[in-house]
């Protein structure tokens, strides 16, 4: 369902004349979504690849349509959403360190750094719809990373987890999408 529900956003992005850059960011968030729904480890590294490119294409996206980092520095909400960003990233990358196997360290390590360069780039962004849809996204991915290896597998916490992953992983890319598809909001 995942993999179908951001594929068809790629597909209203290419139909919208949108950018190439968010329609290659949702397809390959869409094939992300296909190898996470497998099982093991090299399901899982792949769709950490896909994902990883998905964020690559965002922040080229954003780079070239943004402001730079002059909103960023300009604008004090913005420059405290950047460090709050930056000490997520800093704390999921601690916290998640000792609790993967030491084969998964690294790709995490770098996924990590690129969602978080994603969720920065957004922030130079002239609209409100694309950082919140960055922020979601970094909080589903923060989620899902919590669901699969800190949080037990009889916690109770699980049964509010995965809907809260798609709810704000499909929640950040639709908002992601529709503010390059709509007029500026």
Do not use: C
Not at 56 to 64: D, G, K, W
Not at 140 to 162: C, K, N, P, T, Y
């Amino acid at each position: 369902i995942k993999t179908l529900a951001v594929g068809l956003l790629a597909v209203l992005a290419l139909l919208q004349n949108g950018p190439l850059l968010l329609v290659l960011a949702l397809l390959f968030s869409a094939l992300g979504d296909a190898f996470l729904s497998r099982r093991g480890d090299q399901w899982f590294l792949a769709g950490l690849a896909s994902f990883l490119a998905a964020h690559a294409f965002y922040i080229a996206l954003f780079a070239a349509s943004g402001g730079g980092t002059e909103p960023v520095l300009s604008d004090g909400l913005r420059a405290m959403i950047a460090i709050f960003m930056a000490l997520f990233a800093l704390a999921m990358a601690a916290l998640l360190w000792p609790r993967v196997p030491p084969k998964m360290r690294l790709p995490i390590l770098v996924y990590a750094a690129a969602i978080f360069v994603m969720g920065l780039s957004a922030l130079t962004m002239n609209s409100a719809m694309i950082i919140a849809g960055a922020i979601l996204f970094m909080i589903s991915d923060g989620i899902l990373a919590s669901e699969r290896f800190l949080v037990s597998a009889v916690s109770r916490h699980r049964a509010w987890m995965h809907p809260a992953v798609w709810i704000t992983y499909y929640g950040g890319q639709l908002l992601i999408a529709l503010g390059f598809l709509l007029p500026a909001v």
